[in-house]
């Protein structure tokens, strides 16, 4: 059963699914926290949907020894299922869930099977200044091991960016599944929203948004945007990871980076949305 269904269980309110992924610490919990205000939208943090869909996804493919009994179309529908299901509490009656999680964009081709009208914003930002963040969030946090360093206390600025950098890590796994689904036959149903945008711009970026994905638009309150996430970052010992400021707008880009100049610069030309030459399938970029 999809989304679009007529045949609906009165438990289970029909909803819109739209996702958010991208980079990390590129605006995605301000963004959910701002498109919250919509009292038809529901919209969070960095969510574990992403991964029981894989899990359930992995327990179905052969490895399992009872998978000659599950055919194709079985898979579509328990993945389907689950979704809605994990969905149905938080969907306001015939409104819109935004799910978010950095590797949604892996599965540019599963979600245009099941979810054909699901739409992707994926928040990207300027690659030094995302390391740069997390750097800022580690040295703020001295006398915490965070759990973005598997909790370790030790290394150097250059080794914390190896990891975050590397083919698994935090910013290179979700910069090479942004590529894979930019470049990849899917893109069009994907919309970059750059942190910069939103940050500065942020009425532009929300009615682009809301074109995009088709709905009406909201009146944003700006200067009140609330987010509470606390408790999780302080047990993954990262206070103020996902802290939101409560007012956005005419903000400065900041210049003043904490990375040595070499890191730096390492990483000052992967922004390769920037380039209108590099987008042969025409995505939208905010």
Known sequence: ?????????????????HLISGLPRSGSTLLAAILRQNPSFHAGMSGPLY???TTVLAEMSARNEFSVFINTGQRRRVLTGLVREFHAGN????????????????????????FPEAKVIACVRHMPWILDSVERIVQRNMFEPSIIFDYQPG???????????AANGMVGFSYNALKEAFFGQYAQRMMLLQYETLISEPRRALDALYAFIGEPRYAHDFDNVS???????????????????????????????????????????????????????KVLIV
């Open 1 to 17: 059963m999809t989304p679009s269904s007529t045949h609906q269980d009165p438990c289970n309110p029909p909803f819109k699914l």
């Open 51 to 53: 991964g029981l869909f």
């Open 91 to 114: 969907a306001p009656q015939g409104g819109v869930v935004f799910d978010t999680n950095r590797a949604w964009t892996t599965k540019m081709a599963a979600i245009s099977e099941l």
């Open 155 to 165: 290394g150097t600025v250059y080794s914390r960016a190896d990891g975050l950098a």
């Open 227 to 281: 987010y509470d996430a606390r408790a999780y970052d302080e047990r993954a010992g990262t206070p103020g990871l996902h802290q939101v400021h409560p007012r956005v707008g005419a903000k400065a880009v900041r210049q003043d980076s904490v990375l040595p100049p070499d890191l730096f610069r390492r990483f000052e030309n992967d922004a390769f949305w920037r380039d209108a030459n590099l987008n042969p399938r």
